[in-house]
Each structure stands twice: as structure tokens, then as C-alpha cells.
């Protein structure tokens, strides 16, 4: 996803989400999830984030993303 002020992508998620829902999504590890994460919590959701740091095999550059789950009504 891309830098978002005025929250296009959450209030695409709230359209379609259930009032009881999990939304998953993997971050580049770029500098747009606070913001998008403000967002989230302001449509119910909390906030879960998990480092993924994946190997790195000779001569390639390692994954460092980040597993985003939003999470309401569970």
C-alpha cells in the first residue's frame, strides 16, 4: 500500500469488512504504517505487528517486513 492520508485503504477495509473481523496485511517495512495504523484504530481495529526477517541466500538481499493484523469483534 501506498502513503494514504486520508485513510482511502482503511475506509476500502471498513466497506468490507464484517462488524467481526481480522485483516491481514504484509508491510514492506516502509514508513506508512503509523499513520495507517491511526486509521485502524479509529474504525474498532487493534493493531498487531510481527517482524518477518526471512534468510538470505548468497549474493541476495534479506526480507525485512513486517505481518500487520488488524483485528475487531473477536
Known amino acids: 500500500y501506498e502513503r494514504d492520508e486520508r ?8 466497506a468490507h469488512a464484517s462488524p467481526s473481523a481480522e485483516v491481514w496485511l504484509v508491510d514492506p ?8 495504523h491511526r ?4 474504525l474498532g481495529f487493534s493493531v498487531h505487528e510481527q517482524a518477518l526477517i526471512q534468510g538470505q ?7 525485512r517486513g513486517r505481518m500487520l493484523t488488524y483485528v475487531r469483534g473477536a
Do not use: T
Request: no cysteine.
Open 29 to 36: 517495512n516502509r514508513s506508512n504504517r503509523p499513520q495507517f
Open 39 to 42: 486509521h485502524m484504530r479509529l
Open 57 to 63: 541466500a548468497a549474493g541476495e538481499i534479506p526480507y
Open 7 to 14: 485513510g482511502d485503504l482503511a475506509a476500502f477495509i471498513e
